[in-house]
């Protein structure tokens, strides 16, 4: 088949296409049509006459809104209210959106033509616009929030350099390696860290001290007097500072060099100090233990299950011998008997032999 004989095809499946949906789309104008007459006819004879002429008014009306009252000088805009600036372009920037603002009515205010007056200012993350009928407009400068420090320069947690905005309290530092002299930050490694600064929770951006990019660890954030954050990647940013800021509250985590939360889901501190254990003894050793000077001075009573067991009696007996112990006559107490005079002489008799 040839390139000629091809593209007919194709137009013809087109044609064919084309008469279809024709042939459906006609059927359902007519419905709309029918229905649309049999409503109208089913009104009283007083709105179908008054109907058509307040259409009409309607139109006329319309048109003269779109045409010609939006964009009048009865609704120009004649106040013009800035707020929300504190860079050292302030005035310049107020000036600006001053200047469009006046070209606009309260009727008609065009945000992107206020957005493309500063453009050239990239500390204006956005504008909240409000206009006060007829002629006053109130613009509300939203100003990205420094994040880290780059170079010297304040940087927003989505990477844009903030030339001109001042730095107020501590700021954590990325180094980077390539020149800052556009309005964004093309080192990845300084975008990445910019990105976790950016993401970290108000009650712990002062106490950032440094973000760097280590090879095994990925991203490391180093705490003023804490230990450091390991987060490997930029995903799960906001879990992952969810995780940290509950084990740095937990005071088991005190004394801790590192929390891991690249797994925010199981966090894990590292290089806590070693819990002391009480010494055991091996098995079949005796262990020796200080007295415990506590315990209250004796009273005298011995208590039974502090004694030692008493060794038992040996059960072999010596057979008794019967002692022959003489038997000492009992002696009389009566007193003996004076000796008798049998000679008649005078004199005391000798004592029997």
């Not at 010494?279 to 007295?291: F, H, I, M, W």
């Amino acid at each position: 088949m040839s390139a000629g004989q091809a593209t007919a095809g194709r137009r013809l499946g087109w044609a064919r296409r084309g008469a279809a949906a024709r042939r459906i789309a006609q059927p359902a104008a007519r419905r709309i049509a029918q229905t649309a007459a049999r409503a109208f006819a089913a009104l009283p004879p007083n709105l179908r006459r008054w109907l058509p002429i307040a259409l009409a008014v309607l139109l006329v009306l319309a048109a003269g809104y779109r045409l010609w009252l939006r964009d009048s000088s009865f609704v120009s805009v004649e106040q013009v209210t800035v707020t929300g600036l504190t860079t050292k372009d302030a005035a310049q920037v107020r000036a600006q959106l001053v200047m469009a603002a006046r070209t606009m009515t309260t009727l008609h205010v065009d945000e992107d033509e206020l957005q493309q007056s500063i453009a050239a200012y990239p500390v204006v993350r956005g504008l909240e616009v409000s206009a006060d009928f007829p002629h006053a407009l109130e613009i509300h400068v939203v100003e990205h929030r420094p994040a880290a420090i780059v170079g010297g320069l304040a940087v927003a947690g989505d990477g844009t350099i903030l030339r001109g905005l001042p730095i107020e309290g501590k700021l954590p530092r990325i180094d980077a390696r390539d020149d800052l002299e556009g309005d964004r930050l093309t080192a990845r490694a300084a975008l990445r860290g910019a990105r976790v600064a950016g993401m970290a929770p108000a009650a712990l951006r002062p106490r950032l001290e440094r973000i760097d990019l280590r090879g095994g660890d990925g991203i490391v954030v180093e705490l003023r007097d804490g230990p450091e954050l390991i987060f490997g990647d930029t995903t799960q940013l906001r879990a992952k500072w969810v995780a940290a800021t509950r084990v740095l509250a937990d005071s088991d985590s005190q004394g801790a060099t590192y929390i891991d939360v690249r797994l925010p889901g199981r966090p894990a501190a590292g290089g806590l100090p070693a819990t002391t254990l009480a010494p055991v003894a091996p098995a079949g050793s005796e262990l020796q233990t200080t007295p415990d000077t506590t315990t209250p001075p004796s009273t005298g009573t011995a208590d039974p299950a502090a004694e030692p067991l008493a060794v038992p009696p040996t059960t072999e007996t010596q057979p008794a011998t019967p002692e022959t112990t003489p038997q000492t006559p009992a002696q009389s107490t009566e007193p003996a008997p004076s000796p008798v005079d049998t000679t008649a002489a005078g004199g005391a008799s000798p004592p029997p032999g």
